[in-house]
């Protein structure tokens, strides 16, 4: 519904994303997905490539959660 507003969340996403990135680790994305809109939503990806550990997926959910407050009513993640 909001593709412009989701457009920004995912770039705004992935720069938050590459502060937090530490070696070894590739982000790709964000891209729209392969079925671009289901159900009237648009839908887009962002892909994190490597080994990476338990603290940096608590950094990331802290990261999309933060994030997710500003947006919460016209966009799911």
């Known amino acids: 519904k909001y593709e412009e507003k ?4 995912m770039n705004n996403l ?3 994303l590459k502060k ?8 790709l994305g964000p ?5 671009t809109k289901l ?3 648009y839908r887009w990806q962002i892909i994190i490539k ?3 550990n338990d603290e940096f997926s608590e ?3 802290d990261t999309l959660y933060q994030l997710n407050k500003s947006v919460y009513n016209e966009i799911r993640v």
């Not at 989701?6 to 969340?9: A, D, G, N, P, V």
């Not at 891209?31 to 079925?35: F, T």
């Open 31 to 35: 891209v729209p997905c392969i079925i």
């Open 14 to 16: 992935q720069e938050k």
């Open 59 to 61: 950094k990331v959910k």
């Open 20 to 27: 937090l990135i530490i070696e070894d680790l590739t982000i």
């Open 39 to 41: 159900k009237e939503n």
């Open 6 to 9: 989701l457009k920004k969340f």
């Open 50 to 52: 490597g080994k990476f």
